[in-house]
């Protein structure tokens, strides 16, 4: 006899949220309606399943925003409905992995000593020791007083592959947008000039940058960088 009402009632893993109209059963052939109400997910067939039917559903839910590489996650369904009048319920369980990247990045400049006037060249390196690729991958930074970028010297490589690397910030403000992600175990590198015009003579300047793997997550380079402005006729 047919199975009826069926309600299956998952219980989502914390921060997890359900991809509205994801939910579909058999391909598409059954229409599933679906709430989601705190971390619990309830899914409805429209049409009876009928003896010896399966139903066979599928749905996405987004991962939690703060979820790190390589996380495990417990995930409970249980199901009711009614078989010959008499209810029936029955409940299983599945486990997932958050895969995702990793990054880890580094900054230097050369010279350490710099004559007023003359570039500065900047170097950031970031690795990805994650088990997935970046999403969105981009760089900020901010360069310290009295540097700015010198247009056209941007300059990138993932795996040793030139990529397209592009400024949506200010030339002492930068936000750096690539046209290519890094992948598991692939690595990034980032050169550019900095004019050093107005930088002030005998001073010593501090630098970081900061790394987005995707919306959310971010890193900044391990070690401040240094180094000094001397005066244009030292």
């Given at each position: 006899?047919?199975?009826?009402?069926?309600?299956?009632?998952?219980?989502?893993?914390?921060?997890?949220?359900?991809?509205?109209?994801?939910?579909?059963?058999?391909?598409?052939?059954?229409?599933?309606?679906?709430?989601?109400?705190?971390?619990?997910?309830?899914?409805?067939?429209?049409?009876?399943?009928?003896?010896?039917?399966?139903?066979?559903?599928?749905?996405?839910?987004?991962?939690?925003?703060?979820?790190?590489?390589?996380?495990?996650?417990?995930?409970?369904?249980?199901?009711?409905?009614?078989?010959?009048?008499?209810?029936?319920?029955?409940?299983?369980?599945?486990?997932m992995t958050e895969y995702g990247p990793n990054l880890a990045g580094s900054k230097s400049a050369s010279p350490n000593y710099v004559q007023q006037g003359q570039p500065v060249s900047f170097?950031?390196?970031?690795?990805?020791?994650?088990?997935?690729?970046?999403?969105?991958?981009?760089?900020?930074?901010?360069?310290?007083?009295?540097?700015?970028?010198?247009?056209?010297?941007?300059?990138?490589?993932?795996?040793?592959?030139?990529?397209?690397?592009?400024?949506?910030?200010?030339?002492?403000?930068?936000?750096?947008?690539?046209?290519?992600?890094?992948?598991?175990?692939?690595?990034?590198?980032?050169?550019?000039?900095?004019?050093?015009?107005?930088?002030?003579?005998?001073?010593?300047?501090?630098?970081?940058?900061?790394?987005?793997?995707?919306?959310?997550?971010?890193?900044?380079?391990?070690?401040?960088?240094?180094?000094?402005?001397?005066?244009?006729?030292?």
């Open positions: 006899s047919a199975t009826n009402p069926l309600v299956i009632t998952d219980t989502l893993p914390a921060g997890m949220t359900y991809i509205s109209g994801s939910a579909t059963g058999n391909g598409g052939a059954i229409p599933i309606t679906a709430t989601q109400s705190g971390q619990t997910l309830t899914l409805t067939p429209t049409t009876q399943l009928t003896a010896g039917q399966t139903l066979t559903l599928t749905f996405q839910v987004n991962m939690p925003p703060a979820a790190t590489n390589e996380q495990i996650y417990t995930n409970a369904i249980s199901v009711t409905g009614e078989t010959g009048g008499q209810p029936t319920v029955a409940s299983t369980s599945a486990f170097t950031i390196n970031i690795s990805n020791w994650g088990t997935g690729p970046t999403t969105g991958l981009r760089v900020t930074d901010v360069l310290p007083s009295g540097i700015s970028l010198i247009p056209g010297s941007l300059s990138a490589t993932i795996n040793g592959s030139p990529v397209t690397v592009s400024n949506s910030g200010t030339p002492t403000s930068l936000n750096l947008n690539f046209g290519q992600e890094i992948p598991p175990k692939g690595s990034l590198s980032l050169t550019f000039q900095g004019s050093t015009d107005s930088a002030t003579p005998c001073s010593m300047l501090i630098n970081t940058a900061t790394y987005y793997a995707y919306a959310g997550d971010s890193g900044t380079t391990t070690q401040p960088i240094y180094f000094w402005i001397t005066p244009a006729n030292a």
